[in-house]
């Protein structure tokens, strides 16, 4: 098959991520994939690791009349089998463009997009998203359940935990993240007498708010903001005990990214973590908003090793069993085709 992915923000989140796995995944299946992406963007840069099949197309947003006249010479040129649209700008500019040359297929990243009901199929990253489509009536024989991925870490190298040990957590920084609830857990970890250090990376529009939340809080000796995370292996080797406090998470790339590296993880009742993670199984599960629940947990990971050690292992079980590339690309060829046979 020739797959034409296309992926429009310029972020460096989740969204993107999976737009550069998808290009992996289809390519690992042995089929010809053309990554659009825009000319600036973080996804290019990591694209560029691996492929040169990339097209660059500016973009003024969702509306942007002269990107969708763009990307429709561009889908008469590659004449793809199959076109994935990542995020609503890339839906919204394909369905303009696309005019039935190929089938356009919308990975549903969230709960937002009115338009999956245009496309062909959608791919859902949860059962739960899986429901949100049914609920919308589009017709079941169009729903897919795809969940996100990560190349399988054949052998992670997990320290002895540390002493004080190491709290870590990042994302965007923006409010569904839920870092405030992260730093008041920490805040009542600290009014215990618990030791530790924390490190929260990432960066966005709440940074300052964030900064003022932890001078109030008196953890700036304990926390260390690190900016952007762009070594992640670095990132989750540096910590005992990784934390995912969002209010809303539709899947959680980066659990999986820490399961992937048998880190420990805790994370709030928040959609995607909670189809991934079983309660006391292979990692914590906490309510949202809850910060009093937050610290008893990360409390009780850092009192037990063996605790931290039975998690680590059983995420990273969990992860090669069902979010690994190899995967997940067997899932997206089979649903591709399928639809492609219709």
């Not at 942007?64 to 429709?72: G, H, Q, T």
């Not at 245009?118 to 897919?144: H, N, P, Q, W, Y």
């Not at 809080?217 to 260390?224: D, F, R, S």
């Not at 690190?226 to 005992?240: E, H, I, M, N, P």
């Amino acid at each position: 098959m020739h797959i034409l992915n296309i992926m429009l923000g310029k972020g460096h989140g989740g969204l993107e991520q999976v737009a550069v796995d998808y290009h992996q995944a289809f390519e690992s299946r042995g089929h010809n994939v053309t990554t659009v992406v825009p000319p600036n963007a973080w996804a290019k840069t990591v694209l560029q690791s691996f492929t040169t099949n990339i097209i660059d197309l500016k973009n003024a947003g969702q509306w942007d009349p002269i990107a969708a006249y763009k990307l429709s010479r561009i889908i008469k040129q590659e004449k793809p089998d199959a076109i994935i649209c990542h995020g609503n700008r890339a839906i919204r500019i394909c369905l303009k463009a696309a005019k039935g040359r190929a089938p356009v297929i919308a990975v549903a990243h969230n709960y937002n997009n009115k338009k999956f009901d245009r496309c062909d199929a959608v791919f859902c990253i949860t059962k739960k998203l899986v429901d949100r489509m049914l609920s919308f009536g589009i017709d079941e024989g169009k729903i897919f359940h795809i969940p996100n991925m990560v190349v399988f870490s054949e052998d992670p190298k997990r320290p002895t935990l540390r002493s004080p040990p190491v709290i870590g957590a990042f994302g965007r920084f923006v409010d569904k993240k839920g870092f405030d609830i992260y730093i008041e857990a920490l805040s009542i970890l600290k009014k215990e007498g618990v030791l530790f250090h924390a490190i929260l990376g990432g960066d966005g529009p709440k940074k300052e708010m964030l900064e003022s939340k932890i001078k109030k809080t008196t953890l700036t000796e304990e926390i260390t903001l690190t900016g952007w995370v762009t070594d992640k292996d670095t990132f989750f080797t540096s910590s005992d005990v990784f934390v995912l406090p969002s209010k809303h998470e539709p899947f959680g790339v980066v659990l999986i990214e820490a399961m992937n590296e048998a880190v420990p993880c805790i994370s709030t009742m928040s959609g995607g973590p909670n189809e991934i993670l079983t309660h006391e199984i292979n990692g914590m599960l906490t309510p949202i908003d809850n910060p009093i629940e937050l610290a008893r947990a990360i409390k009780k990971l850092l009192a037990d090793e063996s605790l931290c050690k039975k998690f680590g292992e059983a995420g990273r079980e969990t992860v090669r069993a069902k979010y690994t590339i190899s995967v997940v690309s067997k899932l997206l060829e089979e649903s591709t085709s399928a639809l492609l046979q219709k």
